[in-house]
Each structure stands twice: as C-alpha cells, then as structure tokens.
DNA sequence: TTGAAAGCGCTACCAT
DNA sequence: ATGGTAGCGCTTTCAA
C-alpha cells in the first residue's frame, strides 16, 4: 500500500489471490470462477480502483484512442463532423483525439506522425488541399493503423472513405435552377485538387448538357471557398455580359459572398438571381434571403466514418487484412428563399 | 532486435553501452560524456528511433497530454478558442486533446474522469449551464492537475480563469446604442445560470442607469443564445407597447434571430430597431444587414488559456502550490450595419 | 561518467 | 480455475 490510486496489486493482496487472477476477473476472460471474479469486482468497486490506462497500453503497444485530422475545426461542417464521430464512439473503450491541421500538409505530416507515435488504434481525416506527397499516409498504411478519409480523398492512397455523392448533389441543384426557368448559370468553383470541387463542378456540367443548356466553361470561375472570394467573385460575374441569372457555389460561404454582393449592387434575388450553396452550414438560414443549399450530411459522415474506424479496428485485432470501403451517402436539396 | 520499431534497447547493444547511458544522452541530463551523447543521439537519429509514450508515461505518471472540454465544438466561439489553446500548445511536448460535452453535466463528469484517468497534465474548460455538482471538478482540484476555466467559470471551483470582460462589453454596447439616439432598448438575456449573462446583463442596466433610461427590467426578456429563441423574442418584443427601438442581445445568434424577425415584419434595420450582438462570430458580417458586436476574441483566449495551462504544469512540477490568476480580457465594439 | 538493477502496473504465457 | 513469472520500454536510484 504505497499512497497513490489502487492498483490490482492492492486487489490481489487483500483477496489474497494472485495479481494474474485480479487481472483475469476484472476482463472478460473464460477461466474465472464466478465466485472469485464477484468477490474481486466488487473489491475493485469499492477501492475505486481505475486501470492505468498507461500500462496496459504499454503491454499491448495500443492506445484506444481514434485520432482524427481536420482541415479546420472552424470550419462548421468539420466540427459537426467531429460530433458525429464523437456520437459513434462514445460508449466504446475509445477515445477521440483531434488534431487541426489548418490546411498546411506540413503539419499534417507532423500530426499524423505524432498520432503514429502515440499509437492511436485509428486514424480518420479530411486530407488537405495540397497533397503531393503521401509518405506519411503510406506510412499509416505499412503499420496496418486502419485508416479512413472523409469528404476529401487521395486517389493513391488507397484507404476505405465516406464521402457525400457531390456530383449528385450539385447535378440536382442545378437542374432544380434549371426548372426553376434559370438559363444562364454561372459556378463558384474551388480548385481542382480536390476531388469533390472536380464532382461538383462534373454535375454541374452534366445537368447544363443534360438540359441543353452547357456552351463551354466560361460561367465557370474558380473562385475558391470563402466569404470574400465569393464577394470578388460577383464583381467579376456583374462586369461580365450578360449577367447570370443564377450562380451555384462550390460552398454556402461563397455562395453568400457572391449574393450579398449582387444584393448590394442592387440585383433582387432570387427575383433577377438564384443563389444554391453547398454544405448547408447554419449560416444558411440566417442569412436574407435564407439560401437553398445542399446538405452534405456532416453528422452523418461523422457518425460512419467513427463506425467504420472501429469495425476496421476489430478487423485488425482478429489479424484479417482490410476490406477498403467506400460509403457514398446521397445528399438533399434544401431550397430556400434565395431561388426562386 | 525483435521486429518493431528502435528502442533504447537497440541502441544500448550497437553502441556497447548500457540502457540508462542512452536513456541519460537522449535527455537533457548532465552527467554525460558529450561524445557518448553525441554517439547515442546519431545512432537514434539513423535508426530512426522514437520514444515509446506509454513507457515513459508508465514511470512518470503523466501524459502529456491537455485535456480540453467546451460545451459544443460547433459554436463557433468555441472552435476558435481550441485553435488558440492549439496555437499556443502547438510547439510543446504535448499534446491537445478535446472533449465535446454537448452542454450535459453528465457527460462533463464522465470526460472529466476520463481525462483524469488518461492522466491528463491540465485541463482546460468551460463548464455547462447547470453546474450545481462540483465533485468532479473537486476532485481535479484535489489531485494538483492543474484547471483552467474560461468564457464560463463556476464560483465554488476556486481556478484559474480567463474571461473576458462582458460587463464592460455590455455596457459599451449600450451606451453606443444610446449614443446613436436609442432611447427604449431591449436585452435579449441568457439564463443567470451563466456568470457571464449575468455580467451582460448588468453591463446593460448600467448604462441604461448612467443616461437615465432605466426603469426597471420590463424590457429583459431571458430568451436563451440560439437563433430560434432569437426569433421568438422578436415576436414578444413587436408584441409589446411601445416596441422598442434596439435590441442588444447575449450572443450574436439570438440578436441575428430577433433582428431577421423583425425585418420580416416590416421593421427598418437600424432606421426604426438597432441590433447589437455579442462574440462576432463570422455569420455576423453575413447578415444583412451586417451586425454590429461584441468582439469575444476567442483566439487569445484560447491562447491564454494555453499559456496559463503550460506555466501552471511547470509550476507543478517545481511542487509549487499554484497561484490562483485571473486573466480579464477587454472586448472591442465592432460596428457594422445593424446599429445607426 | 557509467552500469546494474529495480520497478512503474499491467498482460500473457506456462505451469499446475 | 489459479499462480508464478517474464516482460512491455523507459526512468531512476544506488554503486562503482
């Protein structure tokens, strides 16, 4: 009895077993005679005695900790992503650690680097935008650390992933543009290094094609993500003849830069203007007129992906290679005031 | 050499020397030959060789690790205080880890435990709405982790804090109201669970009282911070006779629901009703019109946070009792379009 | 300045 | 069903 936290040795000496049969009544293992395993559980209760989390780590070289990367936290579709994964791993034996990469692979690297070192059973993320370089990710893959990307992918690293069908979801939006009597749409595209700014900017082509209506990509303009890139790029849309009768951006946040902007030159919408954003972050409904947007289901990405760790986890654990997965979950068209 | 990665072990046997010269060259001790240590720290560089945490941790009984709990990552305010607490933790041994609590003091209890039990080096928190149990907190008290409370703290815990200054933003808020000509302004007020609704909401009787505009509470409406409760204040206010002529609500959500609520129905922002918010969360300059607030610098409090949680683990380490210290940051008034 | 050895708390293997 | 023992990788006495 040295001062600190019960340990099972503390357990085993007042029983007067052994620390090995301590240690066997407190898991779920077979060889335990009921009586011993009561009288050691209810022991156990009593000293309030806590597993060091530290040793058995230590012996079975695991952490039961899920580490997760985000571009951005502030970002709310990553943080509603973060509760979703939370949501699915809370009541197992797992963690969630999270680590903010702010779109720097750099970082990135070293954060994926220290969640290797810190043995987490799982890696889920969001790649960043730049990603040339995938020593790191490879290197998640050699150790066999179940990995799986969300939202964003990496074409050669090869990883199970759940993603919303984004060509789906901004074919729809458009062709809702489209039925709405809207002729000449213009898109807020973001960059193409990143897969769903490739699909979204494919569904939109597909449903212009679709309907007669795609002359080419000069309504195109790869404006980015942001508030103010979708301010700048309304001036450039205004300056250009004729002026879109719509606009679909590649997130709400341009989405809105772009209609604040053609409402503070004066353009009435969704009267002159249609606006369709994707993602559907709060701001969506807060902002005049509401914005119709897609809804990429961020809890719901969350919650599978968090799913999707833990089941590859216990694959590992029972030595069987992995199954790489995609899950592809449809989206739904929000409409709001902002089309007509 | 077994399979795995490079241990002290390894390197001991290559170099001829023994397991604790290797564990002495790769820290900062000094009792070290400089050539042995150069040795050592070569051979680990070209062996690649990585601390084991658990090892370590196993002996010194300590983590690394800064446990981190906020109400819900999905309020902006509080994404952009991890990514200060990150910011000022980021080139330090140790690491972030976040707990969501989801505003349930149930589940606060529940990280908080398990934070203890990873044995988390300090904690760092917000504590929910209805803390009327202190124990767990207690607890961390009693066992020396170090704690640090910000934008919420509770009373009984006696910790170390960051806050800002919510009177004194208030109250500027107020009074800038005022100065503009407001003379029948309203308070959309948070539950008097919350130090600082509480602090708000004197902020704002006080500078009613200073310019002779208070007589009595009837224009507090204790409406909550979301959108929604914004929305329905709107009503009671519009309600009511004579309708005021500003609102200055708790949080920018609720001044956002309250002011499209009233724009709805006809009201001109700000010519007839100003609206001021508090923490300028990005949606505020989305809004039309863009909404004048309280700026909750989340980011340094987050770093300050940060900071105060470090320098309280090296104080004690040093065994020093820690020193209570209350960090008070000044908000800023950000003036937009909603107020004249 | 270095080495040997004990031990952090737990798991897992081999006996019995 | 239970106990003994070795060992996970590291830190930290105590001796030399």
């Keep these: 009895m040295k001062g600190g936290p019960t340990t099972m040795r ?4 007042k029983l007067g077993v052994s620390i090995s049969t301590v240690s ?21 209760e009593q000293l309030n005695y806590k597993p060091n989390p530290f040793a058995s780590n230590l012996v079975k070289n695991r952490s039961n900790l899920i580490g997760v990367l985000v571009p951005n936290v502030e970002e709310n579709f990553f943080a509603r992503v973060i509760t979703g994964i939370q949501s699915a791993v809370f009541d197992t034996a797992f963690n969630v650690i999270i680590a903010n990469v702010n779109d720097d692979q750099e970082r990135e690297k070293r954060d994926v680097e220290n969640f290797l070192l810190s043995r987490t059973d799982a890696l889920i993320m969001a790649p960043t935008h730049e990603n040339r370089d995938f020593g790191h990710l490879q ?5 066999k650390v179940p990995l799986v990307f969300f939202d964003r992918f990496i074409e050669e690293v090869p990883t199970s992933k759940i993603v919303v069908d984004d060509f789906e979801g ?10 709405t009597g809207c002729k000449r749409i213009a898109h807020l595209a973001g960059h193409d290094t990143l897969s769903l700014a490739r699909d979204r900017k494919e569904g939109y082509r597909a449903a212009l094609k679709k309907h007669g209506l795609y002359s080419g990509d000069q309504l195109i303009l790869t404006s980015g993500y942001t508030y103010e890139e979708g301010v700048m790029a309304a001036r450039k849309l205004i300056a250009s003849t004729p002026v879109p009768d719509a606009v679909f951006g590649v997130s709400d946040r341009v989405a809105i830069g772009a209609m604040n902007e053609f409402q503070r030159l004066g353009y009435k919408v969704p009267d002159e203007v249609s606006f369709i954003g994707f993602t559907n972050e709060p701001v969506a409904e807060m902002v005049s007129p509401p914005l119709t947007t897609v809804e990429q289901r961020a ?5 599978e992906a ?10 590992s654990r029972a030595k069987r290679e992995h199954a790489i997965e995609t899950i592809i979950l449809k989206t739904r068209l929000i409409v709001r005031g902002s089309t007509r």
Excluded: W
């Design 24 to 44: 066997r009544a407190l898991r779920d293992v077979p060889d335990i005679n009921p009586e011993t395993k009561k009288a050691v559980v209810e022991l156990a």
């Design 306 to 315: 968090g799913k999707m760790a833990l089941k590859l986890i216990n694959q």
């Design 10 to 13: 503390d357990i085993a000496i």
């Design 170 to 179: 901004a074919f729809n939006a458009v062709e809702y543009l489209i039925s």
């Design 139 to 143: 290197e998640v893959l050699n150790r």
């Design 299 to 303: 809890h719901d990405i969350g919650r």
